[in-house]
Each structure stands twice: as structure tokens, then as C-alpha cells.
């Protein structure tokens, strides 16, 4: 009785109240275990200097250390939880279906842009994967798809939520190359877009073979128009991200932040969301963040260390004994990147891979938006691929299928991103046009 007088109260004062009160538990709850997790894992690296020079550890490390850089972490998961529990992404499907939904296999099509249309504001895969698969793969499986199938689309056209902006990946390879997450997120727009393109036509060529999706409905202007106006405070959320980023307004944090604040305020405006639903998103999206911050929070130090122990100049040395062709090279990054994403998730595999792989990259004549790019589209197979396959467990632990008749459904999807991986690798315009 208490909570609810105070909720009511809450009501009665408006945003001077709830909103201040969601912001200072956010910072409580998201900033101690940021800056926690860094000084954990600058402390522990720092034990090592009796074996290390201490110019390893020395004022280079903690100028590489962009703490405001990492806050749009846990902000952009947030903000993903948030468009879920607001409803907002289900208006975004709805965009997405009546969008495409009148081609052929339209529903698999739309379901693969409301993947992407999740991808423009969460930045994540599990949590686009979780998110549509909850609100697609029943009516998949209605429209002809056998489950597995159904599931193997969700989990493929969530790839996409690491691949285009804004992307926790792009965040998380600035922060261990020392790059712009900005630069990143314009550099990756057309290469997101194209994995999206991949996965839509796979399906079809799958459902001419198969004939899984049976029947449509034709596409009308009048229902386009009317979804995308029920849809205006969903769709004007990316606009304001991506707007804004790429407009030059606000850094990516700047953007994760104002972008939790704008689908909050747009939750409780529509009455979506109510106070007692702001503690929920704040645990589950800190459960994440968990998992993310404290692996990111040595990354510097290990990339200091790997340096001060010349390994990456080893690895190096040895692929050019192997072979001097920068096609070769190009080659043996992707296949190590491909079997990489089959036992790791992306976050420890950018920690660990990107400072070892830059030389090898400059080395066949590769840029470092050119090679980060490439490294973080291959790293998305691994989200449907065998034995990790994250993406297949969120699907597996949705509908109680077998992840591996998921993955065999998910194989021609693995090959059309492939293609893409091959086509971004090989012809540099693709992830360097707007720099």
C-alpha cells in the first residue's frame, strides 16, 4: 500500500519526480560496476610489474582508458530493454511488415528488417534475437516455416544487431584500437545494411527451393502510411541515434544516453511503461552489462601486454614466411575469425584478436576502419554458428527446439553472409566510403 501511495504521488508530480529518480539509480547502478570493473582490472594487470617494464603500465595505459566512451555500453542495452517493455518494438515490426511483408515470402523479409530496425537503436544480437523471435516465430511457423527454419531466420537476421549502427561491438573495438566509434558506426552502415540484404534474399532462394511460406497480403500505401504513422515515436528514436551521430550533435554516448531518456519519456507518455517497470530494466540490462564491462575493462592491459611481449610483430613475421600475398593474409584473418566466433563470443575476441591482427591487416594493406569492419562481420557468424551460437541458444531456449536442427536450417544463412564478409574484405570502398 505504501509503494502504491508513493507511485501515486509519484504520478502527481509528473517528470520533475520519476525522472531525475530513474537518472540517479541509473548512474548508482550502472556506474559503480563501470568504474569498479576498470579499477579491478587495471589493478590486477598492475600485480604483474615486477615481471613487465613499468612503462607498460606506465600514463599511456590510463590515457587509453575512455571511461565516457564505455557509459554507452550499458546505455544502449538499457535502451533496448526499454523498447521492449515500451512496446515500441513492436511497432517497428509492424513498419517492417507492412513494408515488405506484400513480396513473396514477406513475412520472413519483415521479420529480418524488424531485426534491423531493433539493430538501429539496441546494438544488440541476443537481445534483437529474444525481442522479434518472441513476436515472429509462431506466425513463421503459422505461414508454413518448420520451426527449426523459423528459428534459424530470427537467429540469422539478428546478426545484424552487432553489425549495423549503433553497435556495442564498433564501441567496444574503438575502445581497444583506440579508434572513433563514430567513424566506425558511418564506416559500418553500408556493410550492416548489405548482411541484412544477404539474410532477406537467402530466404528467398530457401523458400523457392522449399516452399515454406505460403500465401501473402498485397502491399497497400493506405496500411504503409497508417502503420508508419501508429509508428512515428518508435521510428523517430534511430532517427535521433543515428541522426545525431552522424550529423556530428553528440557523440555515441551522448546518443545512448538521450536515447534511454526519449524511449522512456515516449513509454510513460503512451502509458507503456509506469514506475515500478524502471527497477526491472534496470537489473536485467545490468545482469548484461555484467557479463560485457568487467571483459572490457582489462582489454587495455592485455593489449599492453601482447605489445611489451611482441607478439602481434610475431604473428606477423610468421604469416609473411607462410606467404606473401595480401589476398592470402586477407584469408587466413577470416578463417581464424570464423573458427574464433565458433568458440568465443564477440566482446573476448575483440579483446584478444583485434591487437593481435591490426599489424597483419596494415600488413596486406589494409586501414584500420577496413580491417575493424571486416573483423567485427565475420565475428557475426559466430552468432549462428556451432558450438557458441548465441543467437541459437536465444532461439532454443524460446521455442524448446534442438540448436543443432536450428543450425542446419541456419547453414545457407552462414554462406550468404559469407558472400559479404568476402565482398567487404576485397573491396575496400564498402567500409571506407564515408571517410
Known sequence: ???????????????????????????????????????????????????????????????????????????????????????LSDKLLDVAEASVGGMRTGLGS???????FFACISGSDAAGAAAVGRMTIHRLVERGYPLPAACALVASGACTGILIPPSIAYIVMGLVLGMSASTLFLAAAIPGVLVMLAVMTTNVVVNRLHGFEGGREPFSWRRWIATVWDARWALFVPVVILGGIYSGLFTPTEAASIAVVVVVLIGFHQKRLNLGDIPRMLESSARVCGVIVPIVAVSLPLAQTLASLAIPQSLVSGISELTDSSTVMILLMIGILILAGCVMETTPNIVILAPLLLPVAHQAGMNDFHFAIMMVTTLGLGFITPPLGLNLFVVSGLTRCSILSIARYALPFVFGMLLVVLLIAFVPWLSTWGL
Not at 569498479?36 to 595505459?61: C, K, Q, R, W
Not at 519483415?110 to 534491423?116: Q, R
Open 110 to 116: 519483415s521479420t529480418t528488417l524488424g531485426c534491423g
Open 1 to 87: 500500500m505504501e509503494f502504491l501511495a508513493l507511485q501515486q504521488a509519484a504520478a502527481n508530480l509528473g517528470w520533475t519526480f520519476y525522472l531525475p529518480l530513474a537518472i540517479l539509480v541509473g548512474l548508482i547502478v550502472f556506474g559503480v560496476p563501470i568504474w569498479v570493473s576498470i579499477g579491478l582490472g587495471t589493478l590486477g594487470m598492475l600485480t604483474m610489474t615486477e615481471t613487465l617494464p613499468l612503462s607498460v603500465f606506465g600514463e599511456s595505459l590510463f590515457e587509453g582508458i575512455n571511461a565516457f566512451a564505455l557509459i554507452a555500453v550499458p546505455l544502449f542495452i538499457l535502451t533496448g530493454d526499454a523498447l521492449v517493455r515500451s512496446g
